[in-house]
């Protein structure tokens, strides 16, 4: 089994900053990938970031140039540092894992942005 454990999320005004945490844990030899993704109620879940292993991260248009993410393969860790926030950005956002073929997910850290 894989854990995946988020925290970090919150409540911010438009124009602020936070920083979510993903700790990945269990059986997560062979990781091919970790992912933040995020969803709205009544809406699809939408890819924010992704880094697969060993490679450079891919960002959504609409986070480009204020979010970063990053891993720390030491610790299975994931951080999506987020600047500049927009309340269009408000929405649940879950970590995902990628070990072929399954994908895991946590469960999910809500940020809302105030206007």
């Known amino acids: 089994q894989v854990q995946l454990v988020e925290s970090g999320g919150g409540l911010v005004q438009a124009g602020g900053s936070l920083t979510l945490s993903c700790a990945a844990s269990?059986?997560?030899?062979?990781?091919?990938?970790m992912g933040w993704y995020r969803q709205n109620p009544g809406k699809q879940r939408e890819l924010v970031a992704i880094?697969?292993?060993?490679?450079?991260?891919n960002y959504a248009d609409f986070v480009k140039g204020r979010f970063t993410f990053s891993r720390d393969y030491a610790k299975n860790a994931g951080f999506l540092q987020m600047n500049n926030l927009k309340p269009e950005d408000t929405a649940t956002y879950y970590c995902?894992?990628?070990?072929?073929?399954?994908?895991?997910w946590g469960q999910g850290t809500q940020v809302t942005v105030s206007s």
């Open positions: 995902n894992v990628v070990i072929l073929p399954t994908d895991y």
């Open positions: 269990g059986r997560i030899f062979g990781m091919n990938a």
């Open positions: 880094i697969p292993t060993g490679r450079s991260p």
